[in-house]
């Protein structure tokens, strides 16, 4: 704990907080989320393929953060401009931006927010249900849509962290705790979230009940430099950036098993985010602290080479640089619409784990996915899918894929051919959807478990957060629904496909994570 001074760290933001940045209102200057299908094109091995998003804490001398955009060659433009204190940034399954905010109130208590930007750019406020005092970092989503908050609290000593986990209805519950600053989280493709404990120099690994383990603990990181920002590349290995109290850093690359090798040293910047993108490469945001100057992005080959990717970002006068990167996603998700209750998304992840289809498809077994892409569509291709046709939109970055003879208890893989984005890409996307009528807890089977889950919900409003259980599809959860789910019970869906990813070459599906802010203060100056 000594390694990053926290107490004396704890009293200095406390001083600090006697100057507030109030919000503005969010303004939308660009609308669009990236420069490609995100579709990786041959002949291209280390071409980034998709825009960069950064949260910025401070762009300008005074005033408050902002969303930068960058394109493949580097070139800057604001997303969202005059935001306080964004931090965590993450793209939902339909192409929507999440981000992380924190005011303070007159009182000097952190205030958290998250707020989603639309694809056409429609901002709205998500939820601000959080604790008092709760200063917010990183967000992930996981496979069933719920949004993973990680916490700071300014009122414990050790600003001891918590992870708070935000249904698709926006309810607000604690999902996990550790005992120092915690700044980034990465899920991995079975579903455990890892959480960056920087002032206890550990990665705690949470499986999706909640339980908590030590992935890499002090042993791991080097003297003082504790882990900060997280992120999974596409075969499966952990990558964590450090810092120590002036700024000075490594990245650190764990195997799944947790052999743990050097990818990076010599960096002097306080790096903090990272970010995959679809090539392979890595991005790292570097907030520029506790030394001043301008803040950068450094972007490394999949080999280990170093460039400056953006520079200068930020204020001069330090910590104002980058804090949390994101690359926007091709994602698809098995739509159906409930009755008059509305209409309801299953996410189809395109790496990782598999998204379960629960809900019935009718004796024809009819089902419609619909492809979200980085860029508008001007064509959507051709199905590649046994019974398949396909329909642009419904919005403008869009395609469906309507399903005819869908088979229960089987993995189905739903393929767009020669899809063409508004950037002349061109290419084919697939994705595997699991189909089990009744499994209405998606672990691949149906059994006691999904049986009281429905019956829990039975004669509730069909909403966000209880739709599966409404497996008839009619907009209520009744007896049919239990007798449905109970009729299904002992099936289960067969071994995946394979143990990789969940897609054909299908880039922008990259995981970013973010990183802490170790010794800078969060208000005043650094804020």
Wanted: net charge negative; hydrophobic share 35%.
């Amino acid at each position: 704990m000594e390694a990053y001074n926290i107490s004396k760290f704890h009293n200095y933001l406390k001083t600090m907080k006697t100057s507030k940045l109030l919000p503005d209102p969010v303004k939308i200057l660009a609308l669009l989320l990236g420069s490609s299908l995100s579709i990786l094109a041959a002949g291209k091995a280390h071409a980034q393929t998709a825009n960069l998003f950064a949260s910025v804490n401070h762009p300008a001398s005074t005033g408050n953060g902002a969303i930068f955009e960058y394109t493949p060659a580097g070139a800057q433009s604001t997303f969202v401009a005059s935001i306080v204190q964004p931090r965590g940034l993450a793209f939902d399954s339909v192409g929507n931006l999440f981000v992380a905010s924190t005011d303070f109130d007159v009182n000097g208590n952190a205030v958290g927010t998250i707020f989603k930007v639309t694809h056409g750019g429609v901002v709205s406020t998500v939820t601000t249900a959080f604790p008092n005092n709760f200063f917010l970092e990183d967000i992930k989503f996981d496979s069933m849509g719920n949004l993973f908050v990680f916490g700071d609290n300014e009122s414990d000593p050790n600003l001891a962290s918590t992870i708070f986990k935000v249904s698709p209805g926006g309810v607000v519950t604690a999902f996990g705790a550790v005992p120092g600053q915690g700044f980034g989280l990465a899920f991995d493709s079975m579903g455990n979230l890892f959480a960056a404990d920087a002032a206890d120099e550990t990665i705690f690994k949470f499986t999706s009940a909640g339980g908590r383990s030590v992935f890499a603990g002090p042993t791991a990181f080097v003297s003082m430099q504790g882990p900060e920002g997280l992120a999974f590349d596409s075969a499966g290995n952990l990558f964590a950036s450090t810092a120590d109290g002036s700024g000075n850093g490594q990245i650190f690359e764990f195997a799944p098993n947790g052999a743990e090798t050097t990818f990076a040293t010599g960096l002097t910047k306080g790096p903090r985010g990272l970010a995959f993108d679809s090539a392979g490469n890595l991005f790292v945001a570097e907030l520029s602290i506790p030394n001043g100057g301008s803040g950068d992005i450094l972007k490394f080959t999949p080999a280990g080479a170093e460039t400056v990717f953006a520079t200068p970002v930020g204020r001069t006068q330090g910590n104002g640089g980058p804090e949390f990167l994101v690359f926007p996603v091709v994602s698809a998700v098995s739509r159906m619409t409930h009755g008059g209750a509305g209409t309801f998304d299953i996410n189809l992840p395109l790496t990782g784990t598999r998204g379960v289809e629960c809900r019935s498809g009718g004796s024809s077994g009819n089902y419609s996915v619909v492809f979200t892409f980085v860029n508008d569509v001007t064509s959507c291709g051709s199905a590649g899918t046994a019974g398949g046709s396909v329909s642009s939109g419904p919005n403008t970055n869009q395609c469906t894929e309507n399903l005819t003879g869908v088979p229960n208890a089987q993995y189905t893989t739903v393929t767009l051919n020669n899809v063409v984005d508004s950037q002349s890409n061109s290419s084919n996307v697939s994705v595997e959807m699991g189909v089990l009528v009744g499994d209405t807890t998606a672990n691949g089977a149906v059994d006691s478990s999904d049986i009281v889950q429905t019956q829990s919900q039975s004669g509730q409003a069909v909403t966000a957060d209880n739709f599966r259980e409404d497996v008839t599809v009619n907009g209520f959860i009744n007896s049919s629904d239990i007798s449905l789910v109970q009729s299904q019970s002992g099936i289960a869906l067969p071994t995946p496909p394979s143990a990789g990813s969940a897609a054909s070459p299908a880039p922008g599906g990259t995981q970013t994570k973010t990183k802490p802010r170790k010794n800078s203060p969060r208000s005043g100056q650094n804020r």
